[in-house]
């Protein structure tokens, strides 16, 4: 009893790195669920059975309170030692949630939380922002959790983040959620406030999986810095409760196949092992010219060919 209390104790009050979680969840014995990536192998915590609700945090140390929330969640809905209220059973008998709390590992490794370098922990360790780099995946923690996502294919997928991640200053909690069109969802979330432009919504993880057919519904809830544990951990359980409780119904979708011609201007390789991660096929024309098989009944596949995006994210230039 002294010794998890001791763990909830610090996991309500402090900054607390990536190994000390793992630690507090292994002693609980936890149930996890190993994924293969691109990668490497990762581990994701289960509660419940049946069709998957995904939940990711932990992009910057900003989201801290949002990692010990979720942190304690686990522990509450598992341990006879109640941290705080967890979840009624009921509603995880048809519906499983997967939770990978700590998505940029190197926002939390040990001389990140002890010098509190928030400005730092907004990126990995290569300088890259992670909640932002769904589609470009130039970090490596970016391939880990699409990989997650496609071999895991839940039916919904939820950012918990912090106003700093996105570089706006907020009093209230707001949500941008993004439907797949092959898919009907019906949700009630208790956020009043809602985010409408989310830039770059082809490099959100909530966003980018809807549009690229892999979720029903992408839900990104960004919780202000300055709430306290109680405030961040009830909203995230409502959140979440709505979200067991979501009707989705999924409609049959037939592969709409269609060929562009596209000149990579530099970085060849790169750009065409990533176009292959989001599904285009690309076949050699030259020495500068690709052709790429596209699905028009993909989104994201839509807007990066057909409405040249592509040429936004990626230094190529679409021929035809």
């Known amino acids: 009893m002294s010794e998890y209390a001791n763990m909830y104790v ?3 009050i402090d900054h607390v790195d990536e190994e000390y979680i793992t630690k507090t969840l292994t ?4 149930p996890r669920l190993r994924i293969p990536t691109q990668i490497t192998e990762t581990d ?3 509660v419940g059975q049946g069709e998957s609700i995904l939940v990711l945090s932990g992009f910057s140390l900003y989201d801290y309170k949002i990692v010990n929330s979720l942190t304690l969640y686990l522990a509450s809905q598992y341990s006879g030692v109640r941290a705080l209220r967890a979840l009624p059973s009921r509603l995880l008998e048809q519906r499983r949630l997967l939770i990978y709390p700590i998505a940029n590992k190197y926002s939390y ?8 370098n928030y400005k730092r922990s907004i990126m990995d360790e290569d300088g890259i922002e992670v909640l932002k780099d769904s589609l470009t995946l130039r970090s490596c923690y970016s391939k880990i959790m699409h990989s997650l996502v496609k071999n895991t294919r839940p039916g919904m997928l939820i950012v918990f983040t912090t106003d700093r991640s996105l570089g706006i200053e907020l009093e209230e909690p707001v949500l941008n959620m993004v439907e797949n069109k092959h898919s009907k969802v019906e949700i009630n979330i208790p956020v009043i406030n809602v985010l409408h432009h989310t830039d770059q919504i082809l490099q959100m993880p909530h966003s980018h999986h809807a549009l690229e057919n892999d979720v029903s519904l992408g839900m990104m809830v960004v919780i202000p810095f300055g ?10 359980l409502r959140v979440v409760e709505q979200a067991l409780k979501a009707r989705i119904e999924r409609k049959e979708v037939e592969n709409r196949p269609h060929v562009a011609r596209i000149r990579v201007l530099s970085d060849r390789d790169d750009v065409v092992t990533t176009l292959r991660q989001h599904g285009l096929e690309i076949s050699h024309e030259g020495s500068d010219e690709i052709s790429v098989v596209y699905d028009r009944a993909v989104e994201l ?4 060919i057909e409405e040249q995006e592509i040429e936004y994210y990626f230094n190529v230039k679409v021929l035809s």
């Open 301 to 304: 596949h839509v807007r990066l």
């Open 27 to 30: 002693e609980l014995k936890i």
């Open 227 to 236: 709430y306290a544990l109680p405030e961040t951990y009830n909203l995230i």
């Open 109 to 116: 490794v040990r001389h990140i939380v002890k010098t509190r």
């Open 44 to 46: 994701v915590y289960t």
């Open 10 to 12: 610090a996991l309500t």
